[in-house]
């Protein structure tokens, strides 16, 4: 079965530290996809990042990195020199990429991210 | 501009009524999907559609019902078969199944 788990459920920093977000998944596909999506309070989910199973380049985006692992079946999502604007709940998601596909999406709990100033 | 959009933002719903959720997309998406999320948890999804006239139940979809007869609307009925329906909904949309990249704002349900 398929699983993402992102054990921190809160994180508090101050503004210019920088964090690191965790995500482990679960999945016996060989291919698939994994995402990482922010909920800032209006409560809107914005994409920020797709990743597939073959890709396991490490990605930098501004302040935003995502580090891939299959050997851990880790997906983490680091952020340097936080922003208050940062502050919002940010979730892990992993979908299938076969021929099945439906664009399911199976998300972690999420990590609530607060920047104080 | 292109989007999603849900209407309303908040919906109260009294005991043994159905409810309607609205989503509207002028992407020209072929996929869309209904999520619900609940406090502190992830988003569950109840139902999606690939294609109009055509869509499947997802993980939750008891108490539930959609209809897909436009490509830009996937409207969600709460049925009185939902026995907790009080959550935030929310709608999404893809141009393939690779996976929904475009969000709605939500719609927030509570009991009256």
């Known amino acids: 079965a398929q699983k993402v788990t992102q054990a921190q459920t809160e994180i508090s920093v101050v503004e210019k530290e920088d964090v690191t977000l965790d995500c482990v998944y679960e999945?016996?596909?060989?291919?698939?996809?994994l995402f990482w999506y922010k909920q800032p309070p209006s409560g809107e989910l914005v994409f920020l990042i797709r990743r597939n199973s073959f890709d396991e380049q490490n990605e930098i985006s501004g302040r935003y990195s995502w580090n891939f692992q299959k050997s851990t079946s880790s997906f983490n999502f680091t952020i340097t020199a936080s922003q208050v604007v940062d502050s919002a709940v940010y979730f892990c998601a992993l979908s299938e990429a076969g021929s099945g596909n439906t664009g399911k999406l199976i998300f972690g709990q999420g990590t609530t991210l607060q920047v104080k100033p | 501009d292109g989007g999603i959009t849900q209407s309303p933002k908040y919906l109260f719903r009294k005991e043994g009524q159905n409810v309607t959720l609205s989503c509207e997309q002028n992407l020209n998406h072929d996929a869309m999907y209904w999520y619900r999320q609940d406090p502190g948890q992830g988003l569950r999804l109840i139902y999606y559609?690939?294609?109009?006239?055509?869509?499947q139940k997802g993980d939750i979809a008891e108490g539930y019902s959609v209809s897909r007869e436009k490509k830009e609307s996937f409207p969600l009925t709460v049925t009185s078969a939902q026995k907790n329906p009080t959550a935030f909904y929310l709608c999404a949309s893809s141009i393939d199944r690779a996976q929904p990249e475009h969000f709605g704002d939500g719609t927030r349900l509570s009991i009256l």
């Open positions: 999945t016996r596909d060989t291919t698939y996809y």
């Open positions: 559609s690939q294609i109009v006239n055509d869509f």
